[in-house]
C-alpha cells in the first residue's frame, strides 16, 4: 500500500476564497471519508463515500462544502466562500469494504489557514 | 456508538511498558474497540482494533476486560517516537464514522 496521499498539505487563502482539497486513496479501497480536526480536538467526521456514492453527510458539512469521488477513485473537498472558521486541518481516509469492521486509514492531512 | 473515557495525559519511561485505559461503560455486543494515535502534524494511524478477545500486533497489545466495559493499549518497550495523542473509539461493526474525542497524550521520558 501506497498509503493516504492528500493534496496540497497546506493551504492559505483570504476570506471569502474558494478552495479545494484531493485525497487519492489507498488503490482498492472502495470507500472515502472526510474528516476535519481544529486545534486541540480529535478529527471530527465530514462525509463518507462508497464507491462514487455519497452515502452519509454530517451536519458539520454545510452548504458551502461540498464533496465529489468521480469514478469511485480521488476524492475532492472544495469549499466556498471560505470563512474564518474554515480554518482547520482537512483529513481524509479510506477502507476497504470487505469486512465491516475494516480500520481507516488516514492521510495526513491539509491545513487551511484563513487570512 | 458509545463514548469512552481517557485520561488526558500519561509519561512513561523510555524502555517500560506504557499502558493506555480507555472506559467504555456503554459499549454494546457488536461494537469494536480501535486505537489510533496521531503525531503532530501528521494523521491518525491505526495501531490495533478488537472485538472481546485480546489482541496483538506489530505495534501494540490490546486487552479488553470480559464484560467489555473498558480495554487498556500496552506499548511493551515505548520509545520517544511513541510519543503521541492516543485515541481510543469504539464504533458499530457496520457504523461509517469515527467519534475521536480527546485522547491521552502520552510523553515517553528520555
Known amino acids: 500500500d501506497t498509503g493516504v496521499s492528500q493534496d496540497p498539505r497546506h493551504k492559505i487563502t483570504k476570506r471569502g476564497q474558494n478552495v479545494t482539497f484531493r485525497c487519492d486513496p489507498i488503490?482498492?479501497?472502495?470507500?472515502l471519508y472526510w474528516y476535519r480536526q481544529t486545534l486541540g480536538q480529535g478529527p471530527e467526521f465530514l462525509t463518507y463515500?462508497?464507491?462514487?456514492?455519497?452515502?452519509?453527510k454530517s451536519r458539520l458539512l454545510s452548504d458551502r462544502f461540498s464533496a465529489e469521488r468521480p469514478k469511485g477513485s480521488f476524492s475532492t473537498l472544495e469549499i466556498q466562500r471560505t470563512e474564518q472558521g474554515d480554518s482547520a486541518m482537512y483529513l481524509c481516509a479510506s477502507s476497504r469494504g470487505q469486512g465491516e469492521n475494516q480500520p481507516q486509514h488516514f492521510g495526513d492531512g491539509t491545513r487551511l489557514s484563513i487570512l | 456508538d458509545a463514548k469512552t473515557t481517557q485520561p488526558p495525559s500519561m509519561d512513561c519511561a523510555e524502555g517500560r511498558a506504557a499502558n493506555l485505559p480507555c472506559n467504555h461503560s456503554t459499549i454494546s455486543g457488536n461494537e469494536y474497540v480501535y486505537w489510533y494515535r496521531q503525531i503532530h502534524s501528521q494523521g491518525p494511524q491505526y495501531i490495533i482494533h478488537g472485538l472481546k478477545n485480546n489482541e496483538t500486533n506489530e505495534m501494540a497489545s490490546l486487552i479488553i476486560t470480559e464484560d467489555r466495559k473498558s480495554s487498556t493499549l500496552i506499548l511493551p518497550h515505548a520509545t520517544l517516537r511513541d510519543t503521541a495523542v492516543y485515541y481510543c473509539i469504539v464504533r458499530v461493526h457496520t457504523g461509517n464514522q469515527f467519534y475521536f474525542g480527546t485522547g491521552t497524550s502520552l510523553t515517553v521520558i528520555p
Open positions: 463515500f462508497q464507491n462514487e456514492a455519497q452515502l452519509e
Open positions: 488503490s482498492e479501497h472502495n470507500r
